[in-house]
């Protein structure tokens, strides 16, 4: 079971190395998606202000029977916001809704809103007035980490230029077969862990013959041998499901990829259509 080790931030705090994601989890649902994962030995929980389920997240945080401080909880800053004001608002409005007195972390969602994903304006101003807001909650202890999410390198040069605290994260799309390496390497380069969203394609990676093969051969499923990939690589896979079932099979993997597998499943041809997934701006602007 991985779920007992932890990647350590630049800031020291320790971050758990499998979170769960609560992506499309409706907010009446997702407390007791939350208790069932922690029952599980998940310790790790992904939400954002766009979910729109981050009241339900506090209230399983709260009827989980955990020690909050055992817990590890992210939400996400809207990626429209991009004020100082708006973003102080907001942060307030997060530590509100889900009825907590700090977060363990909040990430900018994405460097651009939502509508505007993949344009040429990078929001460079806005970003640093919200990343200025994110700064003075994590020195004022209302957030324990800070990062970034969906942020290509002049995002993140962009950050870095102007900042007083790093970021300590960078949550991209990153699975077997859309592996943004060079992305992934200057990140870690700067002391940043990068966070995998969707390490399981929503599913795609199951109609690729050769990857239900090397699964196979591991005697594990496409979702571990995926959640496998992202860790071998330094990352922090956040799979998303409501089943308790897939939880467990997902936190499962202690087993090894061999060198020649992992350099095969990174060179796995790239994922053209997400099916309904695709409608997310994410799943067409991919990152490099």
Known sequence: MILKENYTLSNGIEIPKLGLGTWKIENKDVAQVVVDAVKIGYRHIDTAQAYANESGVGEGIRACGVNREDLFITTKLAAEVKSYEEAVSSIDQSLEAM?????????????QPWMEFGEEDRFFEGNREAWRALEEAYEAGKLRAIGVSNFQKEDLDNILSA??????????????????????????????????????????????????????????????????????????????????????????????????????????????????????????????
């Open 99 to 111: 009825g907590l007195d700090y977060i363990d972390m909040m990430i900018i969602h994405s460097p």
């Open 163 to 288: 900042c007083t605290v790093k970021p300590m994260v960078n949550q991209v799309l990153a699975h077997i077969s859309n592996t943004p390496t060079g992305l992934i390497q200057y990140t870690q380069e700067q002391g940043i862990l990068v966070e995998a969203y969707s390490p399981i394609a929503h599913g795609e990676l199951f109609k690729n013959q050769k990857v239900v093969e090397i699964a196979d051969k591991y005697g594990v499923s496409v979702p571990q041998l995926s959640i496998r990939y992202d860790l071998q690589l330094g990352l922090l896979p956040l799979p998303k499901t409501a089943n308790p079932e897939h939880m467990k099979n997902n936190a499962d993997v202690a087993f090894v990829i061999s060198e020649d597998d992992m350099e095969f499943l990174k060179n796995v041809e790239v994922i053209k259509d997400y099916g309904e997934a695709s409608v997310m701006p994410v799943f067409g602007g991919k990152l490099k």
